[in-house]
């Protein structure tokens, strides 16, 4: 029994290594473009190191029950009426209820940070439209423009709206996504971090043009964007 | 091709009360059947053409033959109700009202003696049974061809040969058949077959309404297809049809709108089916403690589909009201509330997941603890963890909304519920997993379905796990990390426990056995291509390609491409099934009365099981899983028992 | 499949399943009815849920309801409330009747009660045609057809039954032993004009 369970392990940590060099030899997200999104991604790779031990252990345990105790088809035996272990059944409820509720409060601080507004966020008004985006900088008197143009570094509040159907506004290095809701208002926070150009894109169908619902995102210096600003005024 | 064996006499076509028409071609035309359901369909579409033109005549309303209103009603309600009527599947309740004579214990409509049986009302549950999985299985390989072809469109960026109506259209339907067509009745198949005989009753409480229940389907299979037909093409906004962009559409999308309902309806006649029987027709001894964990699931499965399933009729019935009556439950402008929509579809579609994987964790129960040799472990925390389910899963619908625009105070308590299912499901897979250990595990293709759903599902659960988080969910929403999602729990999880089941019970359901060989190299080409086709979904969709779009980012060309070569792999491993099945069913070995030694009561009957279930009804005298438990027996037969020595010899 | 005939036809002997153990106490079809109803009401729900949306949740719903120019009619109304709860006594009264035996009690009952409830659906569709505003007059006017409607349309489900209670009835088809398929008819009716007195307080009233 002692060197089943330690063959189990080593099946365990064999398959736990494995799907731990897939999670890391690929580079599954997007690079993070904003502070937004680095906290998401911390999220993400704490709810990765769980869900990969718990994938280790089930498919171990299938894996080497399969190895172990698989007989011929013909064969007459029953196996040893187990029906049941009270202990094991409470660590199986209590261990995950744990894990589950670890996420869950890490996931809600996340949540309440990149829900924080600081001062004086940069207002961006986004009004969906099939298909096309329009960005409306309120603090710039209503300045319009179909490219999103953002300085690197200051926070940043969409508040956005649609005219016909619903469309949602997302910019996939920002790790930020939104609804835009005809007749009512959402909003989300993003803090560029990194300068470059990003797509902005429509990620809910909303006819049939939903999939080329694309536009622009440019993070540029604050100099660049006063620059910026100043052209389209003039 | 016969399920049921027969005493010729206790079939009647005709029982004496219903004069029987007179000559052969004066039957075939009045005579309850396919061709009275056609040619009573035609009338009844006439006649609610006339009903609604003659209407708007007499309000004077203009124009009078206006089809967007004409077709909904004729073509999808009178019609079908006409079609069931001409089918015969109102036959019983008409000479009732009437007061004409009934039986109501007449079972002139039991049993199949040919393959033509199975095109007529059929009260047998186990003919139902086998309608159903029979119809769904069809829709199955609809939806996937139409997988076929968006896949093929997929491959490279861009259009290559479908406009993009078609594709919104593919992917709508493809989801919608596999839905409402395949997963939930395919289930519900299944457990028409089996649960009846693992209770210990000769059939299901309403055998009558069952019988309807079944007949719904077609006609909501048929309204979907025929959408394609529709000026303008077929529905387009994906399964979940949100407003207000569904109601915008052109008339395909009251296709959609009404289809929901018929198959609405079916679920949730065959779920009260279910309920009563269970609660009220099960064997002396059998305590819900010593039910089948398959029949604890179609009960816990069966509560959900009564409670939540009115939602999407009501969701359903208002989009079509703004599209058709100009109300404006949805639209902003009239005053509606947009987000509405997506409550009540959620309400009802979230539940809808647990319909679509509760039974088949009780299939799954069903097959490790017989092939493992072991009783379930843990039998009444699986019992419990179902019910545990059942409440969480009303409490968790905005999960699907966290971007939705929702109240910003939904989204943690959502958050909480979601990630709490975890614990319940948790339970099951550790149990299963601990009734294999120890086991005498044989390796029979239903086992190794059961086996992969485990495995697959719990993939497709943690991923579940992250987009219960709400930040991932932010970031991952929309995109083809969803479709994996979709695709592990849906695939992974509910389609391979139906092959598990139907593999499992497809001795006792024809009387032969599967092949096998065939059998596992179905499994190992599914579970293969399976995973080459979803599994890179995660990738792309975290990387940024979101879901339903028919041109994407460049950079995820070549990734599209070894998925759609994959998917081909996997449509094709469903051609080893199809195969086996049909050949095995027609000429295979002959399958004994209980090949699996397992102990609950469907086995205890032949292969397939005598017309009535039961000679006497069996007295139950333990669990149903006493494997191993030296002389535990789940039941005792009294004459049935006869009726095994007399198939053997 | 416990059935037994309402009115035994025939009554030969008939080679048919073993009867099923009856493993609650609880009828099935009384069971399936109320199962039946329960799924009803989460229908019901639904439709209250979207009133719910569009005057509570609404940013821009009117604080007036319904908004200005127009009135429901309460007071019409009222009196249908009120012609549909006394029916649902006659309906009592009726299958009372019939279990103890008096069948033309019984029949003038049921009689009574389908009038009722033909009554209050005449008025309903009267109050439509005389209200003011239609369908497409705004989200008020959606809720306000849309529960009234569903409910209309329950009442036809339930006369319906009553009618093939009727039917059934004034062909001498039940009696003190056999009177289900009277009490089913029944505990439908009794459901509708519930609803109507959850739907009359929500639209009209509130
Ligand atoms: C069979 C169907 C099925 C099942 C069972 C599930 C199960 C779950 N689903 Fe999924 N889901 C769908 C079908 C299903 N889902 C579909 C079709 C959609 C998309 C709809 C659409 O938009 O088109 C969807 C979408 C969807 C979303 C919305 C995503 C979005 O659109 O943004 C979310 C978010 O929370 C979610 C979460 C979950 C969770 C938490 C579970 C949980 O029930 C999973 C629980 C299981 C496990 C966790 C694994 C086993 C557990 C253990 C081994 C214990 C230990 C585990 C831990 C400690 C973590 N699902
Ligand atoms: C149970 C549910 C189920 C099943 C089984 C499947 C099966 C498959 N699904 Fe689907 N899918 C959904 C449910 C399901 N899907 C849902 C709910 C959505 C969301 C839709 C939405 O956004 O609204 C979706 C969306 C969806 C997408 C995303 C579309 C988009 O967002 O743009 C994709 C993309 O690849 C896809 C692919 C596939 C493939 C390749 C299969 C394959 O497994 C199919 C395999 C094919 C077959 C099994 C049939 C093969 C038949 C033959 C080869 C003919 C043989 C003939 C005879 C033998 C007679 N599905
Ligand atoms: Cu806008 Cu999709
Ligand atoms: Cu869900």
Not at chain 3, 127 to 145: I, K, M, P, Q
Request: hydrophobic fraction near 50%; charged fraction near 10%.
């Amino acid at each position: 029994m002692r060197k089943g369970i330690v063959q189990l392990v080593a099946i365990a940590v064999l398959i736990g290594v494995l799907v731990t060099l897939v999670a890391v030899l690929f580079q599954w997200l997007p690079t993070s473009a904003s502070e937004e999104f680095d906290r998401i991604q911390d999220i993400y790779w704490f709810a990765t190191i769980i869900s990969i031990g718990i994938f280790a252990v089930v498919a171990a345990v299938v894996v080497y029950s399969v190895w172990k105790w698989r007989v011929p088809l013909d064969d007459d035996a029953d196996g040893p009426p187990i029906h049941g272990h009270t202990g094991l059944e409470i660590i199986w409820t209590a261990v995950p209820a744990i894990l589950v509720i670890a996420i869950g409060i890490a996931s809600a601080v996340v949540l309440s940070e990149n829900g924080r507004a600081g001062e004086r966020p940069l207002q961006v008004n986004v009004v969906g439209q099939q298909f096309t985006w329009k960005f409306v900088y309120s603090d710039y008197g209503d300045l319009t423009s179909g490219e999103l143009v953002l300085p690197v570094g200051r926070e940043v509040r969409f508040t956005m709206t649609s005219v016909d159907v619903i469309h949602s506004f997302w910019v996939p290095n920002f790790g930020q996504k939104q609804d835009a809701v005809p007749g009512i208002e959402t909003t989300i926070l993003v803090t560029p971090k990194r300068t470059g150009e990003f797509a902005v894109i429509c990620a809910e169908l909303c006819g049939l043009g939903h999939a080329t619902m694309r536009a622009k995102a440019r993070v540029v210096t604050q100099s660049e964007f006063d620059a910026w600003v100043k052209e389209q005024a003039g | 091709m016969t399920t049921t064996q027969h005493e010729p006499e206790q079939v009647e076509a005709y029982p004496e009360h219903f004069e029987p028409p007179h000559g052969p071609t004066w039957r075939l035309i009045f005579g309850p059947g396919l061709v009275r359901g056609v040619w009573v369909a035609g009338l009844f579409f006439v006649l609610g053409m006339l009903l609604v033109a003659g209407l708007r005549f007499w309000w004077g309303w203009d124009p009078v033959w206006l089809w967007d209103v004409i077709l909904p009603i004729a073509g999808m309600v009178t019609a079908p109700i006409g079609f069931l009527g001409g089918i015969g599947a109102f036959d019983y309740w008409l000479h009732y009202i009437s007061g004409r004579p009934t039986r109501p214990e007449d079972h002139s409509g039991h049993g199949a003696r040919t393959w033509k049986d199975y095109f007529r009302v059929n009260t047998d549950h186990k003919v139902i049974g086998i309608q159903y999985l029979v119809t769904t299985f069809t829709f199955f390989t609809i939806g996937g061809l139409m997988a076929m072809f968006f896949r093929a469109e997929l491959a490279q960026p861009g259009l290559q040969f479908l406009d993009s109506q078609t594709f919104n259209g593919l992917v709508s339907a493809h989801a919608t058949l596999m839905i409402f067509l395949f997963i939930i009745p395919a289930f519900a198949g299944i457990a028409n077959f089996v649960v009846p005989l693992m209770l210990g009753a000769p059939d299901m409480a309403f055998p009558r309404l069952n019988a309807l229940s079944y007949w719904l389907l077609p006609i909501a299979g048929v309204l979907f297809l025929a959408s394609f037909l529709a000026p303008g093409g077929s529905f387009a906004t994906g399964w979940t049809g949100y407003a207000p962009l569904a109601e915008g559409q052109p008339l395909g999308q009251t296709f959609f709108n009404m289809g929901v309902q018929w198959a609405g309806a079916s679920s949730v006649m065959t779920a009260l089916n279910f309920l009563v029987t269970i609660i009220t027709m099960r064997a002396p001894g059998m305590t819900f403690w010593r039910m089948p964990l398959l029949v604890w699931a179609n009960f816990t499965t069966s509560l959900l589909v009564v409670i939540a399933t009115p939602f999407i009729a009501g969701s359903q019935f208002f989009v079509m009201f703004d599209r058709i009556m100009h109300t404006s439950f949805f639209t902003p402008e009239g005053g509606g509330y947009a987000l509405g929509y997506q409550h009540i579809f959620w309400f009802y579609s979230h539940p809808a997941v647990y319909i679509m994987m509760l039974p088949g964790f009780g299939i799954v129960s069903e097959v490790i603890s017989a092939n493992a040799r072991k009783p379930i472990f843990g039998y009444r925390l699986m019992a419990l963890s179902l019910v545990g389910i059942l409440f969480l899963g009303f409490s968790v619908w905005a999960h699907h909304m966290f971007v939705a625009g929702m109240a910003d105070w939904l989204r943690v308590p959502m958050m909480i519920t979601t990630l709490l299912i975890a614990i319940p499901t948790g339970i099951k897979v550790f149990s299963w997993i601990a009734t294999l250990w120890r086991g005498r595990i044989h390796l029979t293709t239903p086992m190794l379905f059961a086996l992969g759903f485990v495995t697959m599902f719990v993939i497709g659960g943690l991923s579940g796990i992250y987009l219960g988080s709400v930040p991932i969910d932010i970031a991952a929403s929309d995109t083809y990390f969803i479709v994996a999602h979709i695709h592990y729990v849906l695939f992974g999880g509910s389609v391979f426990t139906i092959f598990a089941g139907v593999y499992f019970w497809f001795p006792k359901m024809t009387g032969r056995m599967y092949d096998e060989r065939l059998g596992k190299l179905h499994f190992w080409l599914t579970f293969v291509s399976f995973n080459a086709t979803f599994f890179p979904m995660h990738y792309i969709g975290l990387r940024g390609m979101p879901r339903r779009v028919f041109d994407y980012d460049e950079a995820f060309g070549d990734l599209n491409f070894v998925i759609t070569i994959a998917s081909f792999v996997l449509g094709a491993s469903f051609v080893v099934f199809v195969y086996n099945v049909v050949q095995s069913w027609v000429r295979g070995p002959v399958a004994d009365a209980n090949p699996w030694r397992a102990h609950s009561l469907e086995w205890q009957v032949s292969s397939p099981p005598p017309i009535f279930n039961f000679d006497e009804i069996p007295q139950v005298v333990g669990g149903p899983y006493e494997y191993g438990v030296p002389g535990a027996r789940h039941a005792v037969m009294r004459s049935g028992e006869a009726a095994r020595e007399v198939q053997h010899a | 499949m416990t059935s037994h005939a309402e009115a035994v036809h025939g009554g030969h002997e008939h080679h048919g399943p073993p009867p099923a153990h009856k493993s609650s106490r609880v009828d099935a079809r009384v069971l399936g009815m109320l199962l039946f109803i329960g799924s009803e009401i989460m229908l019901f729900g639904s439709f209250f849920t979207v009133y719910f949306f569009v005057r509570v949740v609404n940013p821009d719903a009117p604080s007036e309801w319904p908004p200005p120019p127009y009135e429901f009619p309460v007071f019409v109304a009222g009196i249908n409330t009120a012609i549909l709860v006394t029916s649902s006594f006659t309906m009592h009264w009726a299958l009372q009747s019939i279990k103890r035996g008096q069948r033309s009690a019984f029949l003038a009952g049921m009689v009574i009660t389908f009038v009722m409830g033909l009554a209050f659906l005449l008025t309903q569709v009267i109050e439509y045609l005389h209200v003011g505003f239609n369908t497409g007059d705004g989200a008020f006017a959606s809720v306000f057809f849309g529960l009234t409607g569903l409910h209309g349309a329950h009442v036809a489900v339930g006369l319906t039954l009553l009618g093939m209670v009727i039917i059934r009835g004034f062909r001498g088809h039940f009696s003190p032993e056999h009177h289900h398929g009277v009490e089913l008819p029944g505990i439908y009716w009794h459901f509708v004009d519930i609803m109507w007195i959850v739907v009359y307080s929500t639209v009209y009233l509130l």
